[in-house]
């Protein structure tokens, strides 16, 4: 274990005390074995990564706080840094790999999971005793998570009543005596940062004082060129929709403003997600027409529309017929863009037979089709299908079942979203579907409240609810499982990265270093021991070396 200890005179006391500070994996927040208080990385430009670090101490501590030491700023771009307290709160279950309730004794589990990401480090207060968790509101009163009722009538709470939002700075925190605190640092390289070496410097303050001579600090080395995308395509469903409700004022999975719709679209653009579905009924043209210009708006990528909103999804009468066909006619004169039908969620047996004529109706008129459910379907949905969104771990014999068919294949339920881990999250939705040759990925969801509150885990019955972000009443809270969801989005970034180097370079160029890239690449994508961070650290190797081998890049 690499620890850097810190001795601090506090203030407030004439005894020291000592802090130590670890490095953790962000995937998996296990303990790893780097230096804590000099750190060396190399990243691309238009790269975000996680720096996350434990700070520990033998005595109380009532004000621990980070703060960046700016240096002078120039012209030029420069990686800037945005730190956030990673906090601990009462959820149903805990790490696993299921998004079901944990049962323990007839009970339902209350495990203290850290998952949210927040500049407050009071956001939530905990209480150990009846295991629950209150969130703190804009008036810094706080609210059980369990006692804020929904709506009467409607499956979400008043805004207005429960104002939830983080603060806008990062705070100070508590640290109590052999206790821990982690920090979350995201280091953001923006796309136009030239090549070249940077440092970033971070004070450690105790009781508003500087702990003497004790900084950390960020060496970091930017290649001279950029992030490709991926050549995997990564959606969500999305249930956010807007509504006719005059002054609206809601905290929902479902229902937004323009301004919530809008900041969450471009928080799934920022993690990777660039095709999320649409829930938003076209019926209501007005409300259709503004969510697909906040989507144009936000960067959403709209060349392919995957419309999971109200549709006939067994049509049999002319009459249900030519209402199905105007529907989809609406949606294209509105959106322009490649139109897929939803059909009925992971149907089976005669459900799926029944709605063979109704899919034959929809690719006849020049839409597509999209299904969820199981693996195991190519030989029977393949032919008549455009895309299955295959449930659990990506399986090459999946893939290539579809591909035989000349349909695409997504990933879901790999897990669904709102598991505290992301350890799975960054190997099944980064390199394993590149290894699997999946087509993209769409699980479920960025948010859905499985009861009347997306903020409690504890109001529905088997599944617990299936949130990447917690809305706010103007924007977010982020969680762990979402930055390791967009580390896999980025592992891929980095894989297409070098794919174009080795497509713009001849063999000419460097004989033995294309050779090793290519066996480098045969080797990974066929590897059953395969660990994302050691696979990003080899592909930047590599591109390192290229670089100096004077290689072009365009």
Do not use: C
């Amino acid at each position: 274990m690499s620890t850097l200890v810190l001795l601090a005179v506090l203030a407030t006391a004439t005894a020291s005390a000592t802090l130590a500070i670890t490095q953790l994996d962000f995937d998996s927040l296990d303990v790893v074995g780097a230096d804590a208080r000099d750190f060396q990385l190399t990243l691309a430009a238009d790269d975000i990564s996680p720096l996350v670090l434990a700070f520990s101490s033998d005595q109380n501590i009532k004000a621990l706080s980070l703060r960046p030491m700016f240096a002078a700023r120039g012209i030029k771009p420069i990686p800037e840094l945005d730190i956030r307290w990673l906090i601990p709160w009462y959820q149903g279950g805990g790490p696993t790999r299921s998004i079901k309730h944990t049962v323990r004794e007839g009970e339902v589990a209350r495990d203290l999971v850290y998952e949210l990401l927040v500049k407050d480090a009071q956001f939530v207060k905990n209480d150990l005793l009846t295991k629950r968790s209150a969130l703190r509101l804009s008036g810094g009163e706080y609210i059980d998570v369990e006692a804020m009722l929904p709506v009467k009538g409607h499956r979400y709470i008043d805004a207005k009543k429960y104002p939830i939002i983080d603060a806008d700075q990062l705070s100070a925190t508590r640290l109590e005596a052999d206790a821990k605190v982690i920090a979350w640092m995201n280091i953001h390289v923006p796309a136009d940062t030239a090549g070249g070496n940077y440092t970033k410097k971070i004070g450690v303050y105790v009781d508003d004082a500087l702990i003497p001579q004790q900084v950390i600090t960020l060496n970091i080395k930017v290649l001279p060129l950029a992030l490709e995308d991926s050549e995997i395509e990564h959606s969500i469903f999305y249930r956010g929709q807007l509504t006719q409700q005059p002054f609206f004022s809601a905290i929902s999975s479902d229902l937004k403003t323009s301004r919530q719709l809008k900041y969450e679209l471009q928080n799934m653009l920022s993690h990777g997600v660039s095709s999320p579905t649409i829930y938003q009924d076209v019926k209501v043209r007005s409300l259709f027409s503004r969510h697909m210009a906040l989507r144009e708006a936000s960067g959403i990528d709209n060349e392919k529309l995957y419309y999971a909103g109200p549709s006939h999804k067994i049509v049999v009468t002319q009459k249900a017929k030519a209402e199905l066909l105007g529907t989809i006619k609406k949606i294209s004169d509105i959106a322009q863009t490649k139109v897929y039908m939803f059909a009925i969620d992971e149907a089976t047996g005669e459900r799926v037979s029944e709605q063979h004529a109704t899919w034959a109706l929809i690719r006849d008129s020049g839409a597509s089709i999209f299904v969820t459910g199981k693996k195991g379907r190519s030989a029977k949905l393949g032919a008549d299908i455009d895309l299955h969104v295959s449930a659990y771990d990506p399986d090459e014999d999946e893939a290539a079942g579809y591909h035989r068919h000349n349909s695409r294949v997504f990933v879901y339920a790999a897990p669904q979203g709102g598991v505290e881990d992301g350890t799975a999250y960054r190997f099944n939705y980064g390199f394993r579907l590149w290894q699997a040759n999946y087509d993209g990925a769409m699980t479920y969801a960025y948010q859905a409240a499985m009861g009347s509150n997306v903020w409690n885990d504890f109001d529905s019955g088997e599944y617990r609810d299936h949130v990447f972000a917690y809305p706010t009443i103007d924007g977010l809270v982020d969680t762990r499982q979402w930055e390791s969801y967009r580390e896999a989005v980025d592992d891929l970034r980095y894989l297409a990265t070098l794919n174009e180097m080795l497509s713009a370079n001849n063999i000419r160029s460097n004989e033995a270093l294309y050779r090793e890239a290519v066996s480098w690449l045969r080797h990974a994508r066929k590897s059953t021991h395969l660990i994302p961070a050691q696979a990003r650290q080899n592909i930047i190797a590599l591109l390192e070396r290229m670089i100096a081998a004077g290689w072009r890049y365009e």
